[in-house]
């Protein structure tokens, strides 16, 4: 199989990834499904935008990168080695390395945020904070009844940062294969005995 080829479906397989983590982003703007107040209500991780920059725009490149791969013709590099192709999986390996720490900012920070717990209000108050500590809420489900709002704030938390979580964990795969992938294209080349021809 072509590098080119398996470049170019990790492509088509990070974009899909990269919209997905933008949308979760967005909608922790909206602590509940529903419109904030103030700022104060959202969770602080929000505004890092680990979704949106790290998972996100950080992504599109690598993806763009690794579509653009296959232009090459595949069968006209077999027994005539081209520095340019050799060039272009070697590009790759870097745009590969941009994306996999843009999707660790996202990981980390959804880490953090699901350890901190959501801001939410409390039956005693009327303001927003933080009523969990060092992620004390995820193994007793018992203390989600401290929060009674916005909405239901700690699934909904909950929900959308793992998605983040699982999103640039398997984005931050798939550009570790293409490290792989793109070393053995510069290597080799484009096609490694993968015509018939």
């Known amino acids: 199989m072509c590098s080119g080829n398996c470049a170019k479906c990790l492509g088509i397989t990070l974009i899909p990834l990269a919209i997905i983590a933008v949308l979760c982003n967005i909608l922790l ?26 998972s996100g725009v950080l992504m ?3 993806a763009l990168v690794f579509l653009g791969l296959k232009n090459n013709d595949c069968c006209g590099c077999c027994g005539n080695e081209s ?6 999986m070697f590009s790759s390996i870097l ?4 994306g996999a720490a843009g999707a660790a900012y996202s990981v980390i920070i959804s880490c953090v945020a699901i350890n901190h717990g959501p801001k ?3 039956a005693n108050s009327n303001v927003t904070d933080y009523q969990f500590s060092e992620g004390d809420y995820l193994s007793n489900r018992t203390m989600w009844d401290v929060c009674t709002g916005p909405g239901d704030i700690i699934t909904w938390h909950l929900t ?4 983040l979580l699982v999103t640039g964990l398997v984005q931050i795969g798939l550009c570790a294969f293409q490290v792989i992938n793109g070393l053995i294209g510069t290597i ?10």
């Open 83 to 88: 520095c340019g192709k050799r060039f272009a």
């Open 160 to 163: 959308l940062f793992c998605i």
């Open 60 to 62: 599109i490149f690598p």
């Open 29 to 54: 703007f909206f602590p509940g499904g529903k419109v904030a107040d103030n700022s104060d209500i959202i969770t602080d991780e929000v505004f890092y935008l680990g979704g949106i920059l790290g």
């Open 95 to 98: 745009f590969a390395a941009v």
């Open 120 to 122: 939410c209000f409390t």
């Open 188 to 197: 080799c080349g484009d096609c490694c005995g993968c015509c018939a021809e």
